[in-house]
């Protein structure tokens, strides 16, 4: 949902660096034999990212010159994350501002996800756009699924912009209790791709769960305020304040759940004739 600035970091210098004090043979001759084919394909990742041709990728578990999938997977555990390549962990983790997870637009980054995951691409176990600083849960959910068509790839926070129109939005049903559920509507200008990977990236990541849970706590703080203003000014002074609202909260980003809540109670009739009149 939000989108990266790409790494500012070659594979090259991270297998230089993860390999400078390692004497673990064979991995050390198995790395070394592939690192100019991990350093070509990890470039082509890149011109293939850039066309959303990443699909084109085949899973693999060895790599042209002998490194295999276990190697590059310990590489990454033993020397990425915890030895000479942590200085490169560090920096990708640092890239979303203020920590926040560029999948689900809320929770915090605690870790770094592989786009492609490593134990089925391991050619791209430490290529840096591969890598994205992301919170628990959406790493969690992402699991080591590969996508089978385009529609089924997660937006990819630096190849992907899906900020560009507004598409975020929730349903609110206003009864005994009140209800959200968010979806995915699908901008004109969009193809119908584009709108099955934001669906998809909805619903694989869980992201209605997540987005109701924050939803129901800032509307039990709005629901006074609204009621307030509407004795105050009425309907027009409510719009008035939710129009506000959704401005400043879609300054950063087009789609968040909070701008998609005041868009929503702005949308939904029943929320003047049956909530704030009751
Ligand atoms: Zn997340």
Redesign the pocket.
């Known amino acids: 949902m939000i989108k990266l600035e790409k790494p500012d970091i070659d594979v090259e210098s991270i297998i230089t660096d993860c390999t400078a004090n390692l004497t673990k043979q064979p991995i050390l001759t198995h790395i070394n034999a592939s690192k100019t084919t991990i350093v070509s394909k990890s470039e082509k990742y890149n011109e293939l990212a850039e066309k959303g041709q990443l699909g084109t990728l085949e899973t693999h578990t060895m790599i042209e010159g002998g490194a295999t999938k276990d190697d590059m997977v310990w590489l990454y555990d033993n020397k990425f994350v915890a030895d000479g390549g942590r200085k490169y962990y560090d920096k990708i983790k640092a890239i979303p501002k203020y920590s926040k997870?560029?999948?689900?637009?809320?929770?915090i980054v605690s870790t770094l996800d592989h786009y492609l995951p490593k134990t089925k691409y391991p050619t791209y176990a430490l290529t840096p756009v591969n890598l994205i600083a992301?919170?628990?849960?959406?790493?969690k959910n992402k699991k080591s699924e590969i996508s089978e068509t385009r529609n089924n790839e997660f937006i990819h926070p630096y190849y992907d912009d899906f900020n560009d129109e507004v598409w975020l939005k929730v349903k609110i049903v206003f009864d005994e209790e009140i209800i959200f559920s968010f979806y995915a509507e699908k901008p004109n200008t969009w193809e119908q791709e584009k709108y099955e990977r934001a669906k998809n990236h909805l619903r694989k990541?869980q992201l209605n769960k997540?987005y109701v849970a924050h939803c129901g706590e800032e509307f039990s703080e709005y629901r006074d305020t609204a009621k307030d203003l509407y004795k105050k000014g009425g309907e027009e002074l409510v719009r008035e304040d939710l129009i506000c609202r959704i401005e400043e909260r879609r300054r950063v980003t087009k789609n968040n759940w909070r701008a998609a809540l005041y868009e929503g109670l702005l949308e939904s009739q029943d929320f003047f004739d049956k909530f704030l009149m009751s």
């Open positions: 997870c560029p999948f689900c637009g809320v929770g992301c919170c628990a849960d959406c790493n990541l997540l």
